[in-house]
């Protein structure tokens, strides 16, 4: 175990930022700590990095008691949403600050070396002597963590990186930055509020929210198998059906369409079909005209279907797929 | 949660060497400030010998017609002044934001003269146009009693015309003009637009005008000592209560009048500026000036009044400087340039320019340290709270009563540091203090809008504080920096009020001699000095703005996508 | 670096205070003189001094008498000065009667003439010269008015209606010259009689201004504010010799005066660099520079001066004025004076 946060909990006045929040963290391991805003996934990164001290808990790095260790002894590059680059240094100058505080067994050359290999590895070679300004912004973000990585850290601290981002360049760095970590091994934690980010890019996701963490596990798992409705809906899409005296959920794309009604099949009626892409969503009342429902088709057997609004329809959900929670949870 | 953790935690929160640093810089605040200011209301209700006598001295003080005659004509001045500087500076930045005047640098700059000129040369450049002998007098046959209230007044207008100006220009340029817009299409007039939307946006700029205004009228010394004759304003008293009888308590409790209306207006700008803060969106759009003849026309003829009246007030320096002797014989003379010895000679003028570079290297140091300590450091609330408004508590505290409180704190034998008394550094430290908020502000402003993540990624690649300082926010800084320095120089160049109690025996400086040639019957020598100083301060205000230019275009460089 | 930046600071601090601290080398005694001589005599003074005595290092302020006397009086827990030179004698006296001088006398004292010491076998203040009230008329503006200069010879001669609003004088509460102007006034009507006060209320009637220097009413009438300045002599024959339309005369039933005196200062340890200055303050050499401004010398052996052609300006002197009555009077003066005037 790389790195373990045992009961932490960060008070700001008489709010509480972190309560009572403990989790593992292997070596090599790409975490995405998840939330949405104000869940206390920012401070919670802090934490680890020193920047912000516990009011109470502990962190341990490498085994050892880290909790009011300086950032600068813990040994971790960070990356920022706002890049935080220093607009008055150029870009092989911003890697060189680091390196030449970092590195005084190197020589000037190793240095430069040095700085030319992870701008060669993020692709800025070429950029080098720009001015952070006269880059878009996802080569000031590659240029972020061309930095944060200089100085071969124990781990890495990325804070939103991607939020900042148009789409595409998101996706883009998304691989790049996974990627890379792979291939230096090194340990990561991201803090996002992007479900797809951290299913696409992690090893593993701590789910938090309210200050709390709700779950801890692989991508799969937090999907498939989410312990509560909180992360069942943050993550991904999830319905929820009240029977016999549970609450049952089943996600929209599990759902099956049949041509007969079973005993256990539902019948709806359609009140939406939205176009989404390779999926079609249909939106659809229960017989208790409240209830709505999701289901999630492929775009391509929709013609098939020959679906209308108002129409009605019988659907299947598997009993392999359903998820039960106490009555009321959702 | 036990004790030792705690304590623990609250240590690890707080690096040590950034903790000492901050205590050192809040504590020297504080000793040459708020100590001297303590020693001076002490005063105030000490007799002869150091007797406490309660409000004996307010009593006497109130209890004499005269002094409290003081204070009705400091008011009368100060609301004149205010009412009429006001009025000029919204009509001259509004001409110079919201019409198609041109040459509107030129107005700008201009506007500005009585900013690089002591005050008592405003009164001076008065005499020169309206006295008795005055030019204006004399070429238009004017009979205009410049010698007491209508003088002062004049005299505190020109003194305070720039600043409401300039708060002015900042507070119209920055508007959102999609309201204009909206208003046009509604089909609203003008003068509607004015009174419901104008004025409504600048609502807290006029109360910061007024306040402004009012204090820097009822403080100032430099006009009232030269025009004053039998009109008695709060500051000349104080001077001559100190100066002329030796009354130190009495002095004292001048002093704590002039503080009065300076904290009201320090606290209304308290209550504005929390208010005012962040009213412009994003989606604001700049403003399109239609064309107006009869508009222009007015502002043409209004801004050039005022930038001919100011031109004027510098032409009349001339003309004092270089006759022989104004008005019997005007020919040309350099005599002037040569100053009497006792006032120091032209030393007095090197020195003022060793001083005003010192206060503007020192000052800005301090204040840049200072502001980073406040704004950068974290773990330290309480101290930082106290210091930042330590660092704005010098805008309430008039130069006359620095000086005044300097004299009492620092020249009594008690005092360890007592041997700074009568030595340039009294002078620095009393201008750094008188002028520190100001530069405070602006340094924060900027720093507030460094990525405070700067520091984050510094402490993470394990480069120490002070190096990501001096490498990350100074350079950053570097305006904010220029623009401070070049503020401590100016002041320090031409204030008047709080040396004329500390300059020492073998060092006087330009702006406190001027006041004694005058005094001494000397007015050439003074106008020739006033010329020096004037001088001096276009060449850095150029400078700086040749700095700025620089700057910015090396900026720009950096952020065109194609540059290399 | 903040630490640097301190250490940076003071070591500035540190070099000021060297480049302003004296240079020791050579010098025996180190003295600090307090001095409201006028700014010529002050010059020539101290190089003269410095020539005759290069062991002695002398730092010196000079001011008016009233700042001079204020920082003495502010000082006096924790003197700075260890010579009080060339200040007005009815300061003295108040420095004197408060205990902040120490009884001195000075080599050549027998010399000074007694109207112009203290009168204490050994005394507390030792007179150099006198200086006096004079009239400064400015011929251009005096013309103008219909009048000539040769018709203002003596203070009733001010009351004139033409010179309405054209007579600028000191103030007494802030001004040396203005408060021995008025008490000479008043001593020479009578200071028990009324109307020393009933001029002062006539006259004022014709003030522009009053002034709070002493010099500055012949500013005034150099510059053509006013007619009339009534100042002391020494800036009225400046403004003369600078080339101002003016006559300078002394009022014919006399001139109120005051002394420039010296004194030494009460503290802990007196240098005897002190001794040596105050020795010197009276010698020939020093009375031939006061002279070279000041007609009137303490040792009474006036000589030609500019401006005095053809009368012994020590005639003009009001010959009777008492200091110790101007000192211990002084607020009563200026209170009724105030009543008066309204100022």
């Not at chain 2, 700008?269 to 962040?278: C, L, M, P, T």
């Not at chain 2, 502001?371 to 974290?378: C, D, P, S, T």
Request: aromatic share 12%.
């Amino acid at each position: 175990m790389f790195l373990q946060i045992k009961d932490i909990t960060k008070k700001f006045g008489k709010q509480t930022a972190l309560n009572n929040v403990s989790a593992e963290i292997e070596k090599g391991e790409f975490v995405c700590i998840l939330g949405p805003s104000g869940c206390g996934k920012t401070t919670l990164l802090r934490t680890i990095a020193g920047l912000e001290l516990p009011t109470s808990g502990q962190i341990f790095i490498d085994g050892k008691d880290s909790t009011y260790l300086h950032p600068a002894k813990r040994n971790f590059g960070i990356v920022f949403q706002s890049y935080a680059l220093f607009p008055n240094m150029t870009i092989v100058g911003n890697i060189m600050f680091g390196l030449q505080q970092k590195k005084k067994s190197m020589t000037k050359q190793e240095m430069e070396n040095k700085a030319l290999d992870v701008l060669r590895m993020v692709d800025l070679y070429d950029h080098r002597n720009k001015y952070p300004r006269q880059l878009s912004g996802g080569m000031q973000q590659r240029t972020a963590l061309a930095r944060a990585i200089a100085l071969s850290p124990a781990f890495l601290l990325l804070d939103e990186p991607l939020s900042a981002l148009d789409a595409k360049v998101r996706h883009k760095l998304r691989t790049e930055i996974r990627s890379i970590q792979q291939s230096l091994k090194i340990t990561a934690i991201m803090v996002t509020h992007d479900q797809e980010e951290a299913l696409t890019m992690a090893d593993k996701i701590i789910v938090m929210n309210n200050s709390v963490v709700e779950q801890i596990g692989a991508p799969r798992e937090v999907y498939d198998k989410p312990v509560n409705p909180f992360v069942a809906n943050f993550i991904g899409t999830m319905n929820f059906l009240q029977r016999s005296g549970q609450t049952r959920a089943i996600r929209p794309e599990q759902i099956e369409i049949v041509d007969h009604r079973d005993e256990h099949d539902v019948t709806v009626r359609i009140k939406h079909i939205e176009f989404k892409g390779v999926l079609t969503r249909i939106h659809a009342f229960l017989p208790n005209q409240t209830t709505m429902i999701y289901l999630d088709v492929p775009s391509e057997q929709i013609d098939d279907l020959q679906l209308n609004e108002n129409g009605m329809l019988f659907l299947r959900l598997p009993q392999e797929h359903l998820i039960d929670y106490p009555q009321g949870a959702a | 949660m036990d004790m030792l953790s705690r304590l623990k935690r609250k240590l690890a929160g707080m690096s040590i060497s950034q903790g000492i640093t901050l205590l050192i810089f809040v504590t020297v605040l504080t000793v040459t400030m708020v100590l001297p200011l303590i020693q001076m209301l002490r005063m105030a209700f000490l007799g002869e010998g150091g007797v406490f006598v309660g409000l004996e001295n307010y009593r006497r003080y109130f209890g004499n017609p005269l002094l409290a005659r003081s204070i009705r004509n400091t008011i009368d001045i100060s609301f004149w002044t205010t009412i009429i500087s006001t009025t000029l500076g919204f009509f001259y930045a509004y001409g110079l934001t919201r019409s198609n005047i041109k040459f509107k640098t030129f107005f700008r700059y201009t506007a500005l003269i009585p900013i690089f000129i002591p005050t008592v040369v405003h009164a001076l450049g008065l005499i020169y146009l309206f006295g008795r002998q005055g030019i204006l007098t004399r070429a238009f046959n004017l009979d205009i009693e410049i010698y007491g209230r209508l003088g002062i007044i004049m005299a505190e207008v020109i003194f305070t015309f720039p600043q409401a100006f300039l708060m002015f220009l900042v507070a119209l340029k920055f508007t959102d003009g999609r309201l204009y817009e909206a208003a046009d299409a509604m089909g609203i007039p003008a003068w509607k637009k004015m009174f419901f939307i104008t004025l409504p946006e600048i609502k807290y700029t006029v109360v910061n005008v007024l306040f402004v205004c009012f204090t820097l009228a009822f403080t100032d010394f430099g006009a009232p000592k030269v025009l004053g004759g039998q009109f008695n304003v709060l500051a000349t008293d104080i001077y001559q209560q100190v100066v002329g009888q030796f009354n130190m308590n009495m002095g004292a409790v001048v002093g704590t009048l002039l503080l009065v209306p300076a904290f009201a207006s320090f606290i209304a700008d308290r209550v504005i500026s929390s208010k005012n803060a962040g009213t412009l969106s994003a989606k604001a759009t700049t403003l399109v000036i239609k064309k107006s003849y009869a508009r222009d026309g007015f502002f043409y003829v209004f801004c050039t009044a005022i930038t001919a009246s100011l031109l004027l007030l510098v032409g009349a320096l001339f003309v004092g400087a270089f006759a022989y002797f104004y008005p019997f014989n005007m020919a040309f003379t350099l005599r002037h340039f040569d100053f009497p010895q006792a006032q120091g000679g032209i030393n007095a003028f090197y020195n003022s320019l060793l001083m005003a570079g010192l206060t503007a290297v020192l000052g800005t140091i301090f204040v840049f340290v200072y502001a980073y300590l406040m704004e950068k450091v974290n773990g330290f609330g309480g101290i930082q709270r106290y210091g930042k408004l330590l660092g704005i508590l010098p805008l309430a505290v008039p130069g006359m009563v620095i000086g005044l409180s300097f004299i009492f704190f620092f020249n009594s034998q008690a005092n360890p540091l007592h041997f700074i008394f009568g030595t340039i550094i009294i002078l620095v430290l009393a201008n750094v203090i008188s002028f520190f908020s100001v530069p405070f502000l602006t340094i924060s402003a900027c720093l507030k809008k460094l990525d405070k993540e700067y520091e984050s990624v510094g402490d993470s690649m394990s480069i120490p504080r002070w190096k990501t300082f001096l490498r990350v926010s100074v350079p950053l800084s570097l305006p904010a920096i220029l623009e401070s320095s070049m503020y401590f120089f100016v002041n320090a160049m031409v204030t008047v009020s709080a040396m004329v109690f500390l300059v020492s025996p073998r060092f006087n400086i330009a702006a406190v001699a001027i006041t004694q040639m005058e005094e001494n019957g000397r007015p050439s020598q003074a106008a020739a000095m006033a010329l020096l100083i004037f001088g001096i301060n276009i060449s850095v205000r150029i400078l700086y703005e040749v700095s700025v230019k620089l700057i910015q275009f090396k900026l720009r460089k950096r952020e065109t996508t194609n540059g290399n | 670096m903040k630490k640097k930046l301190v250490l940076l600071v003071l070591a500035l601090t540190a070099v000021l205070m060297v480049g302003c601290g004296s240079n020791d080398n050579g010098y025996r005694y180190h003295i600090t003189v307090y001095t409201a001589v006028e700014p010529a005599m002050y010059e020539a003074g101290l190089a003269a001094f410095r020539a005759a005595h290069p062991y002695v290092n002398v730092t010196s302020l000079r001011d008016s008498t009233g700042p001079i006397t204020t920082r003495l009086m502010a000082e006096a827990a924790n003197p700075v000065a260890d010579v009080v030179w060339g200040t007005a004698a009815s300061s003295m006296l108040v420095l004197a009667e408060r205990g902040y001088l120490v009884p001195y006398a000075p080599a050549g004292l027998d010399r000074i003439l007694p109207m112009f010491r203290c009168s204490r076998p050994v005394p507390y203040w030792v007179g150099n010269c006198a200086w006096e009230t004079a009239f400064i008329i400015n011929n251009v503006v005096i013309e103008q008015l219909g009048l000539s200069p040769s018709d203002i010879r003596c203070y009733e001669d001010l009351l004139r209606p033409e010179l309405r609003g054209q007579v600028s004088m000191p103030n007494p509460a802030s001004s040396g010259t203005g408060m021995l102007t008025v008490a000479a006034l008043i001593q020479m009507y009578g200071v028990d009689s009324d109307e020393g006060w009933d001029f002062i209320a006539a006259l004022h009637e014709n003030i522009h201004m009053y002034t709070h220097s002493g010099s500055a009413p012949a500013r005034d009438a150099a510059a053509g504010e006013v007619a009339v300045g009534v100042s002391f002599g020494f800036p009225a024959i400046y403004q003369m010799r600078q080339g101002a339309p003016v006559t300078v005369v002394f009022p014919e039933l006399g001139s109120g005066w005051d002394l420039e005196a010296n004194a030494l200062i009460r503290r802990d340890v007196i240098s005897p660099g002190a001794q040596i200055f105050l020795d010197w303050a009276i010698s020939d050499e020093a009375m031939e520079i006061y002279s070279r401004s000041f007609p009137i010398i303490a040792t009474g052996q006036g000589d030609y001066y500019y401006g005095f052609e053809g009368i012994n300006p020590a005639d003009q002197l009001f010959a009777d004025l008492d200091l110790e009555w101007i000192a211990s009077n002084r607020n009563e003066i200026i209170a009724r004076w105030s009543q008066i005037t309204g100022e």
